[in-house]
């Protein structure tokens, strides 16, 4: 039995402690805003945070989470998570949608710690969240536009 707070309600969990974070939100807890993408972290979707930092859903065992906090796409709020969804749809970035709930995870996460990123810490903060429908620049000037909705 594995103990997690998910989105702030905590969860006992029967499976493995080495079972993926990704499956347990998905086939346990039903958080299916989380995607998997190719299950080594190099892709991004599965981005979730972990003490308001993103990681990787896929690569994160629910055994070594202790007492963190998980937040799923389903469960982020407050201001700058309200920023970026704006920002989002104001801009029309998504086109397939299969990978924006970690590139929404990244961002947030980004702009929690910089409330003005350049360029460069956009690109070194989203590296590692691939789209295949190549919305990179859509992604970044959503970004721009998040932060100076919250300055």
């Not at 998997?36 to 629910?62: E, F, K, M, N, S």
């Not at 460069?120 to 100076?148: F, K, L, P, S, W």
């Amino acid at each position: 039995m594995v103990k997690l707070t998910v989105n702030g309600v905590a969860h006992s969990i029967e499976a493995d402690p080495e079972t993926p974070l990704l499956w347990v939100l998905r086939d346990h807890l039903d958080k299916t805003g989380t995607k998997y993408g190719c299950g080594i972290a190099q892709c991004g979707a599965c981005t979730v945070h972990l003490d308001g930092q993103p990681v990787r859903a896929c690569q994160t065992r629910i055994g070594d989470i202790g007492e963190a906090k998980v937040t799923t796409i389903e469960g982020v709020s407050g201001r700058v998570a309200d920023a970026v969804r704006t920002a989002w749809r104001g801009l029309d970035v998504v086109q397939c949608g299969y990978c924006q709930s970690g590139q929404m995870m990244s961002a947030i996460g980004l702009l929690s710690d910089k409330a003005k990123p350049t360029d460069a810490e956009i690109d070194g903060a989203m590296d590692g969240n691939v789209c295949r429908c190549g919305t990179y620049q859509r992604i970044r000037a959503a970004i721009h536009e998040a932060a100076r909705s919250l300055a």
